[in-house]
């Protein structure tokens, strides 16, 4: 509710600009200072960065209660157009329906788009689908991913009411 502005730095510029995004859109702070074996790749930086932002995601949410627990958002950026469902379940889980052409935008590896989604995911216990529904360019597509991530974790954290939101009692 209190949004302050981000401080992102994994030296991987477009993860950082992808992350800011993510915080900006779901109204979060995020204070990220990630450092990794990039001589090598950014698999286990941007991999990490997910189990961890999972993690505090989670930690963050242990109660659940009052929250409106599910979450979605469409959002358009140019030509494209990405759809994210998701349910803070308890049960990590990912669907993953995205077709990207380049290989890299600026040294980030667009294969860990998935990645950092699945990390995300299961260290959230967040069942999260992700459904790219048409674009041309890839930075916009992954950009509209991004930005509609978290939409929906804002809706889905949103206080609705003082009750639990499961039948079962817990989550």
Not at 1 to 23: K, R
Request: charged content about 25%; overall charge negative; some cysteine.
């Amino acid at each position: 509710d209190n949004y302050v502005e981000s401080n992102i730095n994994t030296g991987v510029g477009f993860f950082d600009h992808m992350l800011t995004l993510l915080a900006f859109h779901g109204k979060f702070t995020l204070n990220v200072e990630a450092k990794g074996d990039l001589y090598v790749d950014d698999h286990h930086l941007v991999e990490d960065t997910g189990i961890l932002l999972g993690q505090a995601f989670k930690e963050a949410l242990l109660d659940k209660k009052g929250i409106n627990r599910y979450g979605s958002a469409r959002v358009v950026m140019d030509e494209a157009l990405a759809v994210v469902d998701l349910d803070l379940s308890n049960r990590g889980y990912l669907v993953y329906n995205v077709t990207l052409n380049r290989n890299d935008i600026n040294g980030f590896s667009l294969e860990m788009v998935k990645e950092f989604m699945y990390a995300f995911a299961i260290n959230s216990g967040t069942t999260l689908h992700i459904n790219l529904m048409y674009g041309d360019n890839d930075h916009h597509k992954v950009e509209a991913i991004f930005k509609a991530l978290g939409q929906a974790l804002k809706k889905a954290v949103c206080i609705v009411d003082d009750r639990l939101p499961s039948t079962k009692g817990k989550i």
